[in-house]
T-cell receptor
Framework: AQSVTQPDIHITVSEGASLELRCNYS??????LFWYVQSPGQGLQLLLK??????LVQGIKGFEAEFKRSQSSFNLRKPSVHWSDAAEYFC????????????FGTGTRLTIIP | NAGVTQTPKFRVLKTGQSMTLLCAQD?????MYWYRQDPGMGLRLIHY???????AKGEVPDGYNVSRLKKQNFLLGLESAAPSQTSVYFC??????????????FGDGTRLSIL
C-alpha cells in the first residue's frame, strides 16, 4: 500500500519570497502524484499532477513540482508567493495499477506575511 | 458549471440521530468518493464507488453506509450519529480510477457537528 508524508505542518513565508513544500511518498513502483490546494471553507483544487515523463511538472497559479525517484519526493515550489497563496496544501499518491484510491498527506498550512 | 455539489453545507445533530449527506456530480464520472477531514489527519477515505450500483469500503468505513443508485449521486448515511463523527465531509468524483491518470474533483464540503 502507498503512503505519503508531509513533514511540515505549518510554514510562514513573506510575500514575494520563494516557497518549497515537502512531500515524501512510499510506493513500490512508479507512483501517480498530485498536489491539491484547499482555501478556507472550500474543497480541494488540483494544482498539478505527475504520471510519467518529464520529472518537472508545471501547474496552475505558477506552481511547479519535481519528482525525484531517488529521494521518493515530490516537492512543490513557487518562485514568488502572493498573499492569495495562503491555504492548505495536500500531497497525494496513487498506485499505478490495481488500486482505485488516492492516499493523502496530512497537509501543510501556508501563511503569508506582508 | 456545477461540478460536484454537496448538500447540506452545515448540519448539527444530536447523538443517536440519523442523517444522509448527498453528493451530486454533473460530469458523468464513474468513480465517486466520500472523505472525512479532521485536524492534523488530512483526508481519510470512508467509502467509494467505481460505478452505479457498486460501493466499497475505504480506510474508515465504520458507522457509515453509502448508496449509489444513480450514476450522478452518491449518498453517505449516518444511522446513529456519534460525537466522533464530528468532521468535515468531502465528496469527490473522477472519470476513472483516482490512482491512474484521473484527478479527483471535490465538492465544497459538509460541516457536521454531533452534540
Amino acid at each position: 500500500a502507498q503512503s505519503v508524508t508531509q513533514p511540515d505542518i505549518h510554514i510562514t513565508v513573506s510575500e514575494g519570497a520563494s516557497l518549497e513544500l515537502r512531500c515524501n511518498y512510499s510506493y513500490g513502483a512508479t507512483p501517480y502524484l498530485f498536489w491539491y490546494v484547499q482555501s478556507p471553507g472550500q474543497g480541494l483544487q488540483l494544482l498539478l499532477k505527475y504520471f510519467s515523463g518529464d520529472t518537472l511538472v508545471q501547474g496552475i497559479k505558477g506552481f511547479e513540482a519535481e519528482f525525484k525517484r531517488s529521494q521518493s519526493s515530490f516537492n512543490l515550489r513557487k518562485p514568488s508567493v502572493h498573499w492569495s497563496d495562503a491555504a492548505e496544501y495536500f500531497c497525494a499518491v496513487g498506485a499505478s495499477f490495481g488500486n482505485e484510491k488516492l492516499t493523502f498527506g496530512t497537509g501543510t498550512r501556508l501563511t503569508i506575511i506582508p | 458549471n456545477a461540478g460536484v455539489t454537496q448538500t447540506p453545507k452545515f448540519r448539527v445533530l444530536k447523538t443517536g440521530q440519523s442523517m444522509t449527506l448527498l453528493c451530486a456530480q454533473d460530469m458523468n464520472h464513474e468513480y465517486m468518493y466520500w472523505y472525512r477531514q479532521d485536524p492534523g489527519m488530512g483526508l481519510r477515505l470512508i467509502h467509494y464507488s467505481v460505478g452505479e450500483g457498486t460501493t466499497a469500503k475505504g480506510e474508515v468505513p465504520d458507522g457509515y453506509n453509502v448508496s449509489r443508485l444513480k450514476k450522478q449521486n452518491f449518498l453517505l448515511g449516518l444511522e446513529s450519529a456519534a460525537p466522533s463523527q464530528t468532521s468535515v465531509y468531502f465528496c469527490a468524483s473522477s472519470y476513472g480510477q483516482a490512482g491512474i491518470n484521473q484527478p479527483q474533483h471535490f465538492g465544497d464540503g459538509t460541516r457536521l457537528s454531533i452534540l
